[in-house]
């Protein structure tokens, strides 16, 4: 081992896991602590002020200027209690993560001192420099400004000495140029559609809402041995590295206890978690060395969003602070499993009724099977576009590797289930048994067997599978924003339920009754989507073939699939909703084929730099240690002699020559791809060059790196291989 590599490895190993104190009190009282929910509402805001507030965000009343002060005056008195200094508007830009920009509380008070001022105007809307984002071009064809404004269904919370507001981020012109403005008028789509919907069932129900449980995969790897790895800390991802001996195959790490060091993190993160109102529940190992999950309650889907990149930038945050760095990119590691971002998503009402659990009554379990099959033609009409919804530059190093779903969006749905569509599918009105009464139609689905609920079978190939009581959408990357999945999603949803509608409405003017109108447009989507169903094994080659026959998209370029987002349906799915318009998919695009160029720049930059700095040199300083010794033999030896007794060392002088020159040659090949594409001037074209000519190079370059790490005395080896950065901890 390298010194350098010695000394971090060995440290790492020694590491004791930080103290993390318990707390006081139970997670019931200190759960929510620094956020600024209905309890703290009702105990800071005059009651007038509240019940207008409650009002905003329970029934999405339009925020009424003149209580802004007043909201704002409760929250600062609260925050200033906690010790806050400083607010932001904290929003979701098109890049990953979240961004802010802090300001103080203090104004001066004309008296030449100080006070702590903060408004409702500067609560409520804020002017910010969005040039600094992408924004995919509508900022120069539009105005120079864009404003963030305060989203009051998600609360404000503290974090340090700053009071958090969470905001939409929009072009001075209307457009959107974050993920929180697009998702809200998603939801709002959505919500609408389903509860027009939903009053076939139940006319009393007065709100639907979308929900979202999401379950956040990571790795962890020692600090030390990270920032020994400059391709990890540039790029997120190990852009060398041969596999360890050992990985995955005992399968031995999932079921295995939480690492010491690994538990005092994730017990430290769960505290702020909850501190912070994010319901966090669920903590487990995963299937790779290193790796683990986080999984909260599901919560309605905006907040859930929010949350989950909360708990995003927190991992980073707690993680440090336990010598740890957390790895969120969806492959860090070539040969051992990436990580996803598992999205639960299914609509439920207010009162707790999820709408595709199947139910006791035959009404009940119509409602159960409408929500799914709607769900199912949304996601059969817009499976190319759900695909571009969760794609980027690092996600498609998972997708279709032979642990994570496929490239192909299907759904599995359960042999129950399965079963039950089929019988509708083929039934006829006449086999439906007459109710009577103005109910019409009694459905002759047999009792939905209780055990569905139990889920006991399950497709892990599956992208988009049917658990129960929702769907697990497990495409998304474990980096991503949850809103992208959850925008192209919930609107497919409302656009589809919305034609539903339509459907079922004309056939009851035309007299048919309404169960009876139901079933038959419910029969022709089974028909319809019936390409999208898939409960078979999602990796076979087969499925490929299969796939492409029934005319699902399987285009695996990741800057092509962006091309979805701009098909004529999509367009028309998104403007009907009123969720976005052409213009600002059109920009949106640009800026996902923009950061797919960019993301592939920098890993060839740190590839070609990694190589000249550490690989090369230090294969070239062994390969000279082997012609030493050759020399050497020669002087004590016979010809001859000396010729047999280092024929293994001449081989692998060899050896060490053709990787190193096939490596430098490539990557001076790969300097001249980049400057070749670096011309093109429309992003889509760079992105699609950067994908056919830069991105194969990258794995073709590391291919001979690794064969050299192998023979590479491990001395020498100044990077930490796989076997430090995933089992040492
Ligand atoms: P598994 O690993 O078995 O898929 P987990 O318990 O790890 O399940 O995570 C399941 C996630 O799904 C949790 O966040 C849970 O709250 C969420 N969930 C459960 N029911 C629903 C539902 N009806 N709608 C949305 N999310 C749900
Ligand atoms: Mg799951």
New binding site residues.
């Given amino acids: 081992m390298s010194k350098l590599r010695f000394r971090v490895v060995e440290k790492a190993f020694h590491k004791k896991p930080v103290e993390v104190a318990s707390p006081a009190t139970r997670p019931s009282e200190y759960f929510a602590k620094y956020v600024f929910n209905r309890e703290k509402m009702f105990k800071y805001l005059p009651s007038n002020v509240y019940a207008k507030l409650i009002d905003v965000i329970d029934n999405g009343a339009t925020l009424d200027r003149s209580i802004a002060n007043a909201v704002a005056d409760g929250m600062k008195k609260w925050a200033i209690e906690l010790g806050v200094t400083h607010y932001t508007h904290w929003f979701q830009p098109l890049t990953e993560g979240t961004a802010e920009k802090h300001d103080a509380f203090v104004e001066h008070d004309g008296k030449g001192g100080m006070l702590e001022e903060f408004s409702g105007k500067l609560l409520v809307q804020q002017e910010s420099d969005g040039s600094s984002f992408p924004n995919g071009g509508i900022r120069n064809t539009f105005e120079a400004r864009g404003y963030s404004a305060w989203d009051p269904s998600s609360p404000v919370f503290v974090v340090d000495d700053t009071l958090c507001i969470p905001t939409v981020f929009i072009a001075y012109t209307g457009e959107s140029l974050d993920y929180k403005a697009p998702l809200l008028k998603a939801l709002r789509a959505v919500n609408k559609a389903a509860l027009d919907v939903m009053h076939y069932f139940d006319p009393s129900v007065k709100k639907i809402i979308s929900?979202?449980?999401?379950?956040q995969e990571y790795f962890l790897v020692d600090e030390g041995l990270y920032a020994a790895r400059p391709d990890l800390l540039l790029t997120g991802r190990t852009l060398m590295g041969h596999e360890a001996s050992k990985n995955q195959q005992l399968e031995d790490h999932y079921f295995g206890a939480i690492p010491t060091r690994v538990a005092a993190f994730m017990k430290d993160l769960e505290i702020q978690s909850l501190e912070l109102g994010i319901p966090v529940?669920?903590r487990?190992n995963e299937v790779a060395p290193n790796q683990f999950?986080l999984?909260?309650?599901?919560e309605e889907c905006n907040l859930a969003v929010d949350h989950n990149m909360l708990v995003m930038s927190l991992m980073r945050k707690v993680a440090r602070n336990h010598g740890f760095r957390v790895l969120l990119h969806e492959k860090p590691f070539k040969g051992v499993n990436g990580s996803g971002k598992?999205n639960?998503?299914?609509l439920?009402t207010s009162t707790g009724t999820?709408l595709?659990?199947p139910g006791k009554t035959s009404e009940e379990n119509l409602r159960f099977i409408t929500f799914v099959v709607n769900t199912l033609m949304a996601v059969y009409r817009h499976n190319g576009l759900l695909k571009a919804s969760i794609m980027s530059a690092t996600n498609t190093h998972r997708l279709g590797g032979h642990e994570a779903p496929p490239a192909i969006i299907s759904s599995f749905l359960g042999t129950q289930l399965s079963k039950v569509l089929d019988h509708l599918e083929e039934s006829t009105n006449d086999d439906l048994v007459s109710l009577g009464g103005k109910q019409g139609m009694k459905l002759d689905i047999p009792q939905i067997p209780e055990l569905l609920i139990d889920n006991t079978d399950r497709n892990r190939t599956s992208p988009f599978a049917f658990?129960?009581?929702?769907f697990?959408f497990r495409a998304p990357g474990s980096e991503a924003n949850c809103a992208s999945a959850m925008i192209a999603l919930n609107t497919a949803v409302a656009e589809q339920l919305i034609e539903f509608k339509k459907e079922v409405d004309e056939l009851i003017e035309q007299g048919e009754p309404k169960i009876s109108a139901i079933i038959q447009v419910v029969r022709k989507c089974i028909k319809e989507c019936k390409p999208i169903r898939f409960d078979g094994n999602g990796y076979s080659d087969e499925w490929k073939v299969e796939a492409a026959r029934r005319g699902l998209d399987c285009e695996t370029s990741c800057p092509v699939i962006f091309d979805n987002y701009l098909k004529p349906e999509s367009i028309r799915m998104f403007e009907s909703t009123g969720v976005m318009t052409r213009k600002e998919l059109e920009a949106r695009n640009e800026v996902k084929w923009d950061m797919y160029t960019k993301k592939i720049q920098i890993e060839a930059r740190v590839l070609g730099d990694l190589v000249m700095n550490h690989v090369v040199p230090v294969a070239i300083e062994y390969q000279t240690k082997l012609i030493d010794n050759a020399y050497k033999m020669k002087s004590l030896f016979s010809e001859e002699e000396a010729q047999t007794l280092s024929a293994e060392n001449l081989a692998i002088i060899k050896e060490i020559s053709e990787h190193t020159s096939f490596i430098k040659k490539h990557v001076d090949e790969m300097v001249e791809a980049r400057k070749v594409a670096n011309r093109i001037t429309s992003e889509r074209e760079k992105a699609i060059a950067y994908h056919d000519t830069v991105a194969p190079m990258l794995e073709q370059i590391r291919y001979h790196i690794d064969k050299l790490e192998l023979i590479v005395d491990d001395q020498m080896w100044t990077l930490p291989k796989y076997r430090e950065l995933l089992f040492v901890r």
């Fill in positions: 929900y979202l449980g999401w379950e529940k669920t487990h999950e999984a909260p309650i599901y598992h639960n998503w299914s439920g999820l595709m659990a658990t129960g009581n929702r697990e």
